[in-house]
């Protein structure tokens, strides 16, 4: 007989894997088959209804290649597919090559206002893409200021059309270069300064010294960098959403289109997988070069970095800096301007200033407030409850099953998720679709990676010894783990929660997808006035999710200090 043995422990961690394959796992078989036979699929009614079965034993010996065959052969489809994979080419060839100087400066000089620029790059991060995005048309679209600006110095009415391949790819590099920045001045800090100064000793000048012996020591960390960037840029869906043109097929569109416009199960399914496909790839070959590619030097000195002092290249870099800087700001800058405004169109400033803008927001968008609030509630307190077990399962058990479980959804498009979502809870047994017991398990799926992190990282440190200690008093694991490792791993809790609930906050693909009038978020009242052209109620929106966003971060920060502090 074996070791194994029915208790509370074994039935959470069972309970745990019924949820993933539930909730995961059959929604991804589920897509992967509609895929192939072009209609709707119920693998859950086929549990419990033989007549559900039997037409679903059916439904499997029409599987066809036929749907992916009419991808490639429809040209909107395929050209889709190219759109997006071009559009995120340039988005991470040119991210890469504007972060560069940037990160360099950070981690090998001594350039000025590091502090405040540290600050300024978070920026892009406390603002969902398509809120970037709106803040974008009000900048350069047709009545934009920069456009009037640019109106009376050449007498052309028109810089660039916002709605373009072109004005994506500006959002998309402005919104995504702090993921490629901080670790490429990780990867900068690898080489110690003291060969570059062997190099400047043996008469190297500053550039053959950077490209010789500075960039091929970070070449492993920007390479990551470029494929995180690139996975992040392909399963975009705010930007592409309010910038893309009818005329412009990008693959995560085309599949919200495929889904919510025209109920395309064939079609949506096929562009789904094709999506999943895509993003896995670029991910997996990300923590392949994470893992594989590592550059470093061995020295048998302490690596007291020393900066690079040259005024003149830190001025440069300094005003570098604080040029590419100066674009995110702005966006901000014209969100918030264009939430107090009562009309803004064909000068520089707003005509006049008003907060009905605010007043009007919250009385009509009381419930969506409230929406937000409660669904990231109620996704933040699944997600800490089924992180806590993995981290305890995977770190003392190593349980690679819950590990994997734990992964897949950081290679899931949001986009993509829904729509798997939807084609599995849209009929009995579960019937979820629409309701806020769904928008919670989608979230808690697509955030609970971040949680995971964060936990795992905290139970790593927790001693075994605590742990033993209270099973020699008696105490059984689950009780041990509930009353003593929970509370120690309250500071990785704390950071996750918070990472969990902001980034729920600003959650798009999923929200406009699965919530109906009822359940209606923040995100999805910002993105319906966008899409009415009511900018000025969708920029003071936007403006509370960003307060709300910033507070959170700040309560994290300071989280994260005392616990540093008090370590």
């Known amino acids: 007989m074996g070791k194994w043995k029915l208790d509370g422990f074994t039935v959470i961690k069972w309970l745990i894997f019924l949820f993933f394959l539930i909730f995961l796992v059959v929604p991804l078989i589920t897509i992967f088959i509609v895929s192939f036979i072009g209609e709707p699929i119920n693998l859950l009614g086929s549990l419990t209804n033989i007549e559900v079965f039997k037409n679903t034993m059916s439904q499997l010996s029409q599987i066809s290649l036929e749907p992916y065959l009419e ?52 920026i892009p991060l406390i603002m969902p893409t398509f809120v970037f995005a709106n803040g974008f048309i009000t900048m350069f679209g047709r009545t934009g200021w920069v456009t009037n600006i640019w109106d009376s110095m050449t007498g052309n009415p028109l810089l660039f059309d916002v709605h373009s391949m072109l004005g994506i790819i500006i959002v998309q590099i402005f919104s995504f270069f702090p993921y490629a920045f901080w670790p490429m001045v990780a990867s900068f800090k690898v080489s110690d300064m003291t060969l570059e100064e062997a190099a400047h000793n043996m008469g190297a000048r500053t550039w053959y010294t950077f490209s010789s012996v500075t960039f091929p020591l970070a070449i492993a960390g920007i390479a990551s960098s470029m494929l995180l960037v690139f996975t992040v840029s392909f399963s975009d869906f705010g930007t592409p959403i309010v910038l893309a043109p009818n005329n412009l097929n990008l693959i995560v569109v085309e599949a919200y289109r495929e889904m919510s416009g025209f109920s395309n199960w064939s079609g949506s399914s096929v562009l789904t997988v094709v999506m999943i496909i895509v993003a896995g790839l670029f ?18 000195k302490p690596k007291n970095q020393k900066l690079n002092e040259n005024k003149v290249l830190n001025s440069i870099l300094s005003g570098y800096t604080f040029l590419v800087l100066l674009f995110p700001i702005l966006i901000l800058a014209s969100i918030f301007l264009a939430s107090i405004a009562t009309n803004w169109g064909h000068n520089i400033l707003p005509n006049g200033y008003t907060m009905n803008n605010y007043f009007s927001v919250f009385n009509a968008s009381k419930d969506s407030i409230f929406n937000s609030l409660f669904l990231a509630g109620g996704a933040l307190l699944l997600s800490v409850i089924i992180a806590t077990f993995i981290s305890y399962y995977v770190v003392r058990r190593g349980s690679a099953g819950l590990d994997l479980m ?18 599995t809870f849209n009929t009995a047994p579960l019937q979820l679709t629409g309701t806020a017991i769904i928008l919670i398990i989608a979230y808690t799926i697509r955030r ?16 075994r010894d605590i742990e033993e200690a209270a099973e020699n008093l008696g105490a059984s694991k689950l009780f041990t783990l509930v009353t003593i490792i929970g509370p120690l791993l309250m500071p990785g809790i704390a950071a996750g929660a918070i990472l969990v609930f902001v980034t729920v906050i600003k959650e798009t693909s999923i929200t406009i997808l699965l919530a109906n009038s009822q359940w209606a978020p923040m995100s999805l009242v910002v993105f319906q006035h966008i899409m009415k052209g009511e900018h000025y109620h969708a920029s003071a929106m936007s403006i509370l999710i960003i307060i709300l966003v910033i507070v959170l971060q700040y309560i994290a920060n300071k989280l994260a200090s005392k616990d540093s502090s008090g370590a």
Do not use: D
Request: hydrophobic fraction near 50%; aromatic fraction near 14%; charge should be positive.
């Open 406 to 423: 734990s992964t897949i959804p950081l290679v899931i498009p949001g986009i993509g998720l829904g729509i798997a979502l939807i084609q």
């Open 448 to 463: 609970l990676p971040y949680m995971i992190r964060s936990t795992m990282g905290t139970m790593m440190s927790i001693r």
């Open 283 to 300: 991910f997996w070959l990300q923590r392949w070069v994470t893992k594989k590619k590592e550059y470093g030097t061995i020295s048998g």
């Open 71 to 122: 991808f490639f052969q429809t040209p909107r489809y395929f050209s889709s597919l190219v759109n997006s994979l071009g559009l995120s080419l340039f988005v991470t060839l040119l991210t890469t090559l504007m972060c560069i100087p940037m990160a360099y400066a950070f981690a090998k000089t001594n350039m000025k206002f590091k502090k405040l620029f540290g600050i300024l790059v978070t």
